[in-house]
């Protein structure tokens, strides 16, 4: 399975973007698919997470409320749709699937990642 993340640019605070992270090859219809993000000097961090059905997702702290992971199916993409952005969410942000079914925060479970877009929020 490959995934290519994009959708990433320039947007100042209070702003919107919408990532897209489209998945092809072998399609595995029961992994979950999170977004991860990596700020200069920072550890690679989660941001949320979806299983493949869409019924269920999870979010990190920061970005509850502002931040809305999706699917589509039709389309074998995993959307992330990002509202009031503040400057603290610049990163490059990853689209990966786990091996699991089950939503997991730990990236040791993510065995497949997209090449990483980057998000620039300027104040």
């Known amino acids: 399975v490959q995934l290519q993340a994009s959708g990433g640019g320039l947007v100042q605070a209070g702003g919107s973007l919408r990532l897209s992270c489209a998945v092809s090859g072998r399609t595995f219809s029961n992994n979950a698919v999170a977004w991860f993000r990596q700020a200069p000097g920072k550890e690679r961090e989660f941001v949320c997470a979806i299983n493949w059905r869409g019924d269920s997702t999870s979010y990190a702290d920061s970005v509850r409320g502002r931040f809305t992971i999706s699917r589509d199916s039709a389309k074998n993409t995993v959307n992330l749709q990002m509202n009031s952005l503040k400057p603290e969410d610049t990163a490059v942000y990853y689209c990966?699937?786990?091996?699991?079914?089950?939503?997991?925060?730990?990236?040791?479970?993510?065995?497949?990642w997209g090449q990483g877009t980057q998000v620039t929020v300027s104040s």
């Open positions: 990966a699937a786990a091996i699991t079914a089950a939503i997991t925060r730990d990236k040791s479970m993510y065995r497949r």
